[in-house]
């Protein structure tokens, strides 16, 4: 059986079981340090492609890349069923560490580095501020600590593309349910309660090392995230990429694998 291969974990949390897709990255090395991958508010396992790998490589780690509840081949969204608003602090709170637990993940002794993007950094964030013993690092990119009007334009554009353009069946490639990860999504951003989300409160109590990676074109946050990051929790370094939008792995990777390498090799490693 190939250890890297695609599989399924079974978990409680949200107060019901879930089956979520996983896969490892270099399993056959059980001593390198861990790197945790939490996809965008649209994301998945496969929507990562190969870059997760890549950055591995470059960074000598091992990985786990995985699908949120709602997502991919995950447990579906139930259709009427809407996100909550501390939806992100739900993932941080419960999944993550349902998931790590599954697997045999020892979180305080392996103490893994999390890289989250977009939505996927604001739940990283969220983790390392919640369980400030169990994570040895952040990288935060295009990461949500507030709502901005430029999201909210954008997540509404997306709504329009979704219901007028072949959106759902590009979704549809990389999701078993493409309404439960879009509308989930989509839903919650839009919904004016979600104006007053914010996660300033918690940034002060992230202990580990971040690194904050920002694109100057990012069509759904401005560089007032990230610089809130490190005012708040002042040993963030920031990244702030030129000609580039809301994911920096692909739009710069040739920027982002290595400074990534370099911000992961000067972390305190577990003995």
């Not at 896969?23 to 492609?49: C, N, T, Y």
């Not at 509840?69 to 939806?87: H, I, V």
């Not at 069509?219 to 708040?232: D, F, K, M, S």
Request: one cysteine or more.
């Amino acid at each position: 059986m190939n250890p890297d291969a695609i599989a399924c974990a079974d978990i409680h949390a949200l107060g019901r079981d879930l089956r979520l897709e996983y896969q490892w990255i270099a399993a056959a090395r059980p001593d390198a340090p861990l790197l945790v991958f939490l996809h965008e508010g649209l994301g998945s396992v496969s929507m990562w492609k190969d870059w997760p790998r890549q950055l591995c490589e470059a960074c000598g780690c091992r990985g786990l890349v995985y699908s949120r509840p709602g997502y991919g081949r995950s447990t579906p969204r139930p259709a009427q069923e809407k996100w909550p608003l501390e939806f992100m602090h739900d993932q941080a709170r419960e999944v993550l560490p349902a998931l790590l637990r599954a697997l045999d993940v020892d979180a305080r002794r392996d103490r893994p580095v999390l890289y989250g993007h977009s939505d996927g950094g604001s739940i990283a964030l969220l983790y390392a501020a919640m369980h400030p013993d169990a994570v040895a690092g952040v990288v935060a990119a295009a990461p949500h600590i507030f709502v901005e009007d430029v999201s909210v334009a954008s997540i509404a554009q997306a709504r329009r593309a979704y219901l007028e353009t072949d959106l759902p069946a590009r979704l549809g490639r990389h999701h078993a349910h493409a309404d439960s990860a879009f509308w989930g999504w989509n839903d919650i951003w839009l919904d004016p309660a979600f104006r007053a989300w914010n996660l300033e409160p918690y940034l002060s109590r992230i202990a580990c090392p971040v690194l904050a990676i920002q694109g100057l074109d990012d069509e759904y946050g401005t560089l007032a995230q990230i610089r809130g990051i490190r005012r708040l929790a002042p040993q963030t370094e920031l990244l702030e990429i030129p000609d580039c939008g809301h994911s920096p792995h692909k739009d710069q990777p040739a920027r982002v694998t290595p400074a990534v390498a370099g911000f992961v090799g000067g972390l305190e490693q577990p003995r």
